[in-house]
Each structure stands twice: as structure tokens, then as C-alpha cells.
């Protein structure tokens, strides 16, 4: 079957779990990858990508979204989405020259679209799609940006035929044709031991925005080693180790780490558990990731704190906890890749069989209105 798999761009957390379940497609399929931004760099190395539009979350001068710079920055590519442009005009030809014939798509709206208007059936797969598709499970300081967020996806994404989850932590579907599996563990992850390191390893999404002067001091009075991903710096300082973006590189390190402090992301979340590692969560001002951040603390897999004011004392209090973060990671360690891999497969396999039945009963209706003398 020819599949388009379109990739939410902003971050690298969307091509993580991507790239865990395509070795499996393209060996069955022909799968193109469209993907932008974060995304595109990842994955266009690896696997046949077409570069598409990308949204994304616009920072202030303090690290903090930036509403005014948000909106400006998406405006164009907002009404290119919503009423048509070069970019969407890019995937329909796309679309249209390789015959797509079945879209999956990791929270990228162009490709979402785009299938849409031309009648081609659709996959969610994804992590938000817990918060569009899934019964609400927000605490109640968050309930109303969750629901708000929910009704947003839905009126942007729609309702696809098949919705897969892949999440940390469990939800209760709202919908029957949505599904939800654990975490995706790349081969990089699954083939890497855990070790007891002595150091914390730090990651920032954004690292040139959030990477501010307060969290430079409270990383330097930590009394251990810190290994820094996300940032524009490199070399050893003091007692922080800044290092370039590498995807085995990254992984060792989560694996050797003592703990981990970043981001809120699903996917780096599930990784970090996988190892055992607990996290001091930074949510972005985003509600996916505060949601994600509040799961962390009620699991007790580790702790949330605000970025924006990140103190020392703030992760000398998550470290003093370690034991008994670490106590509770095997209760919520696991792998969803196995079971989210073959439940793809068999979506695929049933669009196939629509697609071959809907075809036989073509065939059926103009045998059957053909003149006479021509069936003979």
C-alpha cells in the first residue's frame, strides 16, 4: 500500500516514535514521510522525506510562549492550512503523483487535511490524541485548557477512521475506534543497558529559549556532573558537560544517568522510565506537557518544578527523593512498540481488504449493466 506519514515538526519527540515503528511499515509498504522543521532534520536522513509546512510555539525574551510572536510567526502558514496555499497544494500534488493510497499521521495537520479533501482514509497516531480521544482526565486547576485544547485538535484534525495512542500513563478511550498502547521504545533504546551513573542529564526542546541565566546557576550549584542536550553549547564547564544532538549518544546517556531533568514530552518520559530514571519535569506553557508533568508526580516517578524559576533548591529536593521515585518506575515501566506495530498493520490490512472489496463490486456492477453480447 502507498502510505504518506505525516510528522508534527515542532520537537523531536514526534519523530522519535516515528522512526520506532517505520522500519516495520516500509518493509511491507511504500511509505513516504512528510515532516517539517524538528522533524525533517531527524528523520529526512533516514527515510524518503518530503519537506511540509510546520507550526510551532514562538518564544518571548524570558523563555516563556509568546502569545503576540505565536500568532505572528503562524499566521501564513495558519490560512495556508485552513484555506489553502503552496504548502497544501504541495502535499495534494504529492498526494496525487505517488497514488497515496492511506495517510498515519503523528499530530500533522497538512497531511490531515489534505486526505480529507481528497477522500483518503486516515490513522492517528499519536500522543495528544489522549487529550482530543480520549475520556477527559485533567486535574482541576487544568480542566479548562484541556478542554479547550481537546475541542481545538478535533476541530483541526477531525475524527480519523483508526486512533492509536501511545502514552505513559493509561486513559479511557471516548471513542471505538481509538486504541492506546505504551510508550514506543526505538531499537537505539532497547538495545542500551541501564547503568547507576553519578550525573543528572538535562534536556531542554528549546534549548535556546529556555536555557536561561537562572537555570545555567542552579545546573553549576548542583553537587554532581550535568549533561546538557539542547543547547547551542558544547565543552566541558565547570561541572556542566554540553553536548551536540546525537541519537545514540543521547540514549547512552539517558541510560547511565543518576536522573533526569527536562521538558515535559511523552516520548523522552517513557524512555526515561524504561531506564528507571526518575524526572524533574519543566512542563513548557503548553497543556499536553503540564498535563504530562502532573502524571509524572501522581504516578511518583518524579517531580514537576517551574522552569521559569528554577531554583537549586528545587533539585536538591527531587534528588533527595530519588529512592523513592525509583521505587515505583518497574509498576509503570513499559513497551508499547510490539503491540502498536501489529495493531498498524491490521488497520492497514483492513483498508487494503475495503479497498479490494469496494474494487470486486465495481467490476460486479459494470459486468452486470454490460450489454449481453458483450459478456460473452
Given amino acids: ?33 512528510f515532516a517539517g522543521a524538528d522533524a525533517f532534520d531527524v528523520l529526512a536522513p533516514r527515510f524518503p522525506t518530503v519537506r511540509i509546512p510546520s507550526i510551532g510555539y514562538q518564544y518571548d525574551d524570558s523563555g516563556r510562549h509568546s502569545l503576540r510572536r505565536t500568532l505572528t510567526r503562524n499566521f501564513a502558514p495558519m490560512c495556508d492550512l485552513l484555506f489553502g496555499g503552496a504548502g497544501s497544494a504541495l502535499i495534494e500534488r504529492e498526494f496525487r503523483e ?47 485548557l484541556g478542554m479547550r485544547d481537546a475541542f481545538a485538535y478535533r476541530a483541526l484534525m477531525g475524527v480519523p477512521e483508526r486512533i492509536l495512542i501511545s502514552s505513559f500513563y493509561p486513559a479511557q478511550a471516548a471513542y471505538p475506534q481509538v486504541r492506546i498502547v505504551g510508550p514506543m521504545l526505538r531499537d537505539e533504546v532497547l538495545r542500551t543497558k541501564a547503568a547507576n551513573g553519578d550525573y543528572l542529564l538535562a534536556y531542554f526542546n528549546k534549548g535556546e529559549h529556555q536555557y536561561l541565566p537562572h537555570v545555567d546557576r542552579a545546573l553549576r550549584l548542583v553537587d554532581c556532573k550535568v549533561v546538557v542536550y539542547g543547547t547551542r553549547l558544547r565543552g566541558v564547564d565547570d561541572n556542566l558537560d554540553f553536548r551536540a544532538p546525537s541519537v545514540d549518544g543521547f540514549v547512552r546517556d539517558l541510560a547511565g544517568c543518576r536522573a533526569v531533568l527536562s521538558t515535559a514530552g511523552n516520548q523522552l518520559i517513557g524512555e526515561a522510565i524504561h531506564f528507571g530514571k526518575p524526572l524533574l519535569a519543566l512542563p513548557e506553557d503548553a497543556f499536553e506537557q503540564r498535563l504530562n508533568a502532573h502524571m509524572i508526580e501522581r504516578m511518583g516517578v518524579g517531580m514537576q518544578a517551574d522552569l521559569k524559576r528554577l531554583t537549586p533548591s528545587d533539585i536538591d529536593r527531587f534528588l533527595g527523593n530519588h529512592d523513592w521515585y ?35 463490486r465495481r467490476v460486479s456492477v459494470r459486468r452486470a449493466s454490460a450489454p449481453a453480447h458483450s459478456r460473452g
Fill in 326 to 360: 525509583t521505587s515505583n518506575m518497574r509498576e509503570h515501566a513499559g513497551n508499547g512498540r510490539a503491540e502498536a506495530t501489529e495493531i498498524l498493520h491490521r488497520y492497514i490490512g483492513e483498508f487494503v481488504h475495503t479497498r479490494t472489496q469496494r474494487a470486486q
Fill in 98 to 144: 505517488r497514488g497515496i493510497q492511506l495517510v498515519i499521521s503523528d499530530s500533522e495537520a497538512w497531511t490531515h487535511r489534505v486526505a480529507q479533501k481528497l477522500g483518503i482514509p486516515r490513522i492517528s497516531f499519536d500522543h495528544v490524541g489522549i487529550i482530543a480521544y480520549c475520556k477527559p482526565h485533567f486535574p482541576p486547576e487544568l480542566w479548562a
Fill in 1 to 33: 500500500m502507498r502510505i504518506a506519514y505525516g510528522v508534527m515538526g515542532y520537537g523531536r519527540g514526534h519523530a522519535m516514535r516515528t522512526m520506532s515503528v517505520l522500519p516495520s511499515l516500509m518493509a511491507e509498504h511504500e511509505v513516504t514521510v
